[in-house]
């Protein structure tokens, strides 16, 4: 099923719609006014269009309306002024109450009627009295985020140590989970926790874009202990594999080291050694 995807402004998260055939002339980074879940008009931008759907991210009652208008463009922008009056207003209640959180946005809804306040805490905090001293300060409907380091980084923006902006902030549009499984596979474990964590201080998100490569390449390639034999019928032990540039480090019968092609192996036997046994030189 065809959907398009909305980063809704209120809360920063996005949103699918089952893909109709107005939205065609919709564009990436379109401003669009869409249905909330509670069939209020809210506003967003468009972030992508593809095949696969999310459950938990869609939307099948609801529909995209338009793009913005006049109108609907001079609303946002009332709102935005109004945001960064409330933000600085909430950033005083904050200390106020002596609570251990560190306010990021505040963002008024398209109708005015709520205010979603985003924040980032290192534990949970308890705000209940903050969200009625906000409610009776702004006579609004008062929604506390709190939100972890990745969304953080993807709000705030920076550059990664590529040199380019954030991959979270520049196009990821659904912070997918980074395991140290994908650090293993790709044998980047001795480069230091430091080297593989981005800006938010959580495991690189790059680390997946080619796991699955080279879960294909490791699911042909000789496990460390096999014993293999070349083409030239050379036998040895394996003792470390480059899967990325498919080159193998072998302890020969004669106990020299050797770096052989992938493709020069005429066939492999698993066989289990202890790591001691392998030896290095």
Do not use: W
């Amino acid at each position: 099923m065809k959907v398009l995807g909305i980063i809704n402004h209120f809360d920063c998260k996005i949103v699918e719609f089952n893909y109709l055939e107005k939205y065609e002339d919709y564009n990436i980074e379109d401003i669009v006014i869409f249905e909330d879940e509670d069939g209020k008009e809210e506003s967003g931008e468009v972030s992508y269009v593809h095949n696969n759907f999310n459950s938990d991210l869609l939307l099948p009652d609801k529909m995209i309306l338009r793009k913005v208008t006049l109108h609907d463009t001079q609303r946002i922008e009332t709102n935005k002024e109004k945001s960064s009056i409330a933000k600085e207003t909430c950033i005083n209640k904050v200390k106020e109450h002596n609570l251990e959180m560190y306010l990021m946005k505040a963002i008024y809804s398209l109708d005015g009627s709520k205010i979603n306040f985003i924040f980032t805490a290192e534990d949970r905090v308890d705000f209940r009295d903050l969200v009625k001293d906000l409610a009776k300060t702004f006579q609004k409907q008062i929604h506390l985020q709190q939100i972890g380091p990745r969304d953080k980084a993807k709000i705030v923006k920076g550059y990664g140590r590529c040199g380019q902006e954030t991959c979270c902030s520049r196009f990821l549009n659904k912070l997918e989970s980074i395991t140290m499984d994908m650090v293993r596979v790709q044998n980047l474990s001795n480069k230091g926790s430091e080297k593989l964590s981005g800006l938010c201080g959580k495991l690189l998100c790059c680390l997946r874009y080619e796991v699955e490569q080279y879960n294909e390449f490791k699911n042909l390639m000789p496990e460390t202990g096999d014993e293999i034999v070349m083409k030239d019928n050379k036998k040895g032990t394996v003792i470390a594999v480059d899967i990325l540039n498919k080159k193998i480090k072998i302890s020969t019968e004669d106990n020299n080291i050797e770096i052989v092609n992938f493709d020069d192996i005429k066939e492999k036997t698993k066989k289990i050694f202890k790591k001691q046994e392998l030896g290095t030189k």
